[in-house]
C-alpha cells in the first residue's frame, strides 16, 4: 500500500470548465476526507465520507461542487464552471473509523485562469 | 468563525535549540488535538497527538502540551534540527469527526 494517492496532481484550468479530482485512500480505510487549503492558510474541510455515505458537507461546498465515493473505495470531487477563487491545493485523507490521525494524499493543485 | 488560531505565521530558531510552536483553541467540546508536519509539495504528515484527558505526551524530541483551562498547547521540539524546517499545523477535533485545522506556523531553523 503507498498511502493516500491523488491525482493530477496539478491541473490548470480556464474559468467556467469542469473539472474532476480523484482520491484513491489508503484500502483499508473506511473514511476519505477532502479538504481544500489556500495560501497562508491551514487546510479546511469540505466534506467526508464513511465508506459509500457521504456524511457532511461544509458550507464552502458550494452547489458547483460535488464529491463522490462509489462503493466506497476511490473517491473524485468535481467542480462545475470553476472560478478564480476555485484555486487552491485540494488535499484528501482517509482514516480507520474511531481513528484520530489522517493520513493526507500529496493533494491537487488547481489554478484557474 | 477560527476555533483554532495559531498566531505565530513564522518562526526562526538556532539549531541545536527549542523550538516551542503556540495553538488556541476556543471550542471546549474539542476532545483530541494534532500536530501535523507540511514540506512544500507534500500533503501534511502526522506528528504526535494528545487526548484532552491528558496534559501531556512525549515521543522522542516532540512533546506536546496541553492547558485545558486556557484552551491552549504547544508543541516543543528539542533539540531542533535542519530537517525540522517545515510549516507546522496544530489542529483539533470532537468525537473522532472532522479536524479543524489552524493557520499554520512556517519554523525555520538556523545552522
Known amino acids: 500500500d503507498t498511502g493516500v494517492s491523488q491525482d493530477p496532481r496539478h491541473k490548470i484550468t480556464k474559468r467556467g470548465q469542469n473539472v474532476t479530482f480523484r482520491c484513491d485512500p489508503i484500502s483499508e480505510h473506511n473514511r476519505l476526507y477532502w479538504y481544500r487549503q489556500t495560501l497562508g492558510q491551514g487546510p479546511e474541510f469540505l466534506t467526508y465520507?464513511?465508506?459509500?455515505?457521504?456524511?457532511?458537507k461544509s458550507r464552502l461546498l458550494s452547489d458547483r461542487f460535488s464529491a463522490e465515493r462509489p462503493k466506497g473505495s476511490f473517491s473524485t470531487l468535481e467542480i462545475q464552471r470553476t472560478e478564480q477563487g476555485d484555486s487552491a491545493m485540494y488535499l484528501c485523507a482517509s482514516s480507520p473509523v474511531s481513528n484520530y490521525g489522517y493520513t493526507f494524499g500529496s493533494g491537487t493543485r488547481l489554478t484557474v485562469v | 468563525d477560527q476555533q483554532v488560531k495559531q498566531n505565530s505565521p513564522s518562526l526562526s530558531v538556532q539549531e541545536g535549540r527549542i523550538s516551542i510552536l503556540n495553538c488556541d483553541y476556543t471550542n471546549s467540546m474539542f476532545d483530541y488535538f494534532l500536530w501535523y508536519k507540511k514540506y512544500p509539495a507534500e500533503g501534511p504528515t502526522f506528528l504526535i497527538s494528545i487526548s484532552s484527558i491528558k496534559d501531556k505526551n512525549e515521543d522522542g524530541r516532540f512533546t506536546v502540551f496541553l492547558n485545558k483551562s486556557a484552551k491552549h498547547l504547544s508543541l516543543h521540539i528539542v533539540p531542533s534540527q535542519p530537517g525540522d524546517s517545515a510549516v507546522y499545523f496544530c489542529?483539533?477535533?470532537?468525537?473522532?469527526?472532522?479536524?479543524?485545522f489552524g493557520q499554520g506556523t512556517r519554523l525555520t531553523i538556523n545552522p
Open positions: 465520507f464513511q465508506n459509500e455515505a457521504q456524511l457532511e
Open positions: 489542529a483539533a477535533s470532537q468525537g473522532a469527526q472532522k479536524l479543524v
